[in-house]
């Protein structure tokens, strides 16, 4: 019999692929908040500012504002 704690491990391991998968579409499709999200971790937690510059660069493209916001302050401070 399966403790309470495995099914909710499960169900969370589960949830974040289904969102990481669902996020990837959303980027591939060109979605502005996922593309602007995706360069905001990239930069911010996973310290890659080249991959995080170009899906930022794609989001403003986009018309998204919060990424053009980060580009101006990221390339202010370099």
Do not use: W
């Not at 909710?8 to 593309?35: H, Q």
Request: glycine fraction near 6%; charge should be positive; proline fraction near 3%.
């Amino acid at each position: 019999m399966r403790k309470k704690s495995d099914i909710i491990i499960v169900a969370k391991i589960a949830s974040t692929s289904f969102r990481n998968y669902i996020n990837a579409k959303l980027r591939e499709c060109g979605n502005p908040e996922a593309l602007y999200r995706k360069g905001v971790m990239d930069f911010f937690k996973d310290d890659q500012p080249e991959l995080a510059s170009e899906f930022l660069k794609r989001a403003a493209k986009g018309g998204h504002i919060g990424a053009f916001y980060v580009i101006v302050n990221i390339f202010q401070n370099r």
